[in-house]
């Protein structure tokens, strides 16, 4: 009786050795942990937790989340064309979220490719009429694609959208920004591709800080 209680225990080990663990889903904690990862600017690192989760089998909103934050962490790295290109599968696959077309114009903006920034912002501004940043970002794609008249005027209506927010700060901004534009052309180049540049980065900061909101895309 012994030897047949002790065979049997020992093919259950080796049934349960053979079927593993019982299964659970590490999503939680390797998403817990790329947030982490990138929040302390260790970005490299979080790329490849981002990357574990877009192809893993976790609901779709984590998977959307991870791939927005993919895009984001490496425009941080300065990859942008990266960047450009996970934003824009995003797009195609999900031609209604407004991140996903933030993102691409973010990028694009920050490689100069301002024609094609300029449709993705105007698309996100589609998708989300009242957000303000998107109009900036709009306004200095238009500006870097040497139509200053038409980004002066985008920039009335965001100041309009902020003043209605009560947005003090982007409501200021503005206004200082106008008449910067306009007179750039007294300047050597260096100036406006500094001024555009810098606030482009102002522009993905903001958006990366306050608007893009991972729990609303949570189920």
């Known amino acids: 009786m012994i030897r047949k209680t002790t065979a049997w225990m020992a093919g259950l080990s080796v049934l349960l050795f053979l079927i593993g663990p019982a299964h659970t889903d590490p999503t939680p904690d390797l998403f817990a942990r790329a947030v982490e990862l990138d929040k302390n600017g260790f970005y490299i690192d979080s790329v490849k937790a981002w990357e574990q989760i877009m192809n893993s089998d976790s609901p779709e909103d984590l998977r959307t989340i991870a791939q927005l934050k993919l895009s984001s962490t490496y ?24 991140d996903a077309f933030f993102h691409l114009a973010n990028a694009l903006a920050g490689v100069r490719r301002f024609p094609e920034a300029i449709q ?95 729990d609303s895309l949570r189920n």
Do not use: C
């Open 120 to 214: 993705a912002y105007r698309k996100a501004i589609e998708l989300r009429p009242q957000e303000g940043l998107a109009y900036v970002g709009l306004a200095l794609s238009l500006f870097g694609d040497g139509k200053t008249p038409e980004a002066a005027e985008v920039l009335r209506d965001a100041s309009d959208i902020f003043k209605k927010k009560k947005n003090i700060a982007w409501h200021q901004n503005i206004r200082i920004m106008i008449p910067q534009m306009k007179n750039f052309g007294r300047y050597p180049p260096d100036f406006s591709d500094l001024w555009l540049r810098n606030n482009i980065k102002l522009v993905r900061d903001t958006y990366e800080n306050l608007v893009f909101d991972m």
């Open 75 to 98: 425009l941080k790295l300065g990859r942008f064309t990266k960047a450009a290109e996970t934003a824009r599968v995003l797009t195609e696959s999900q031609p209604d979220n407004f």
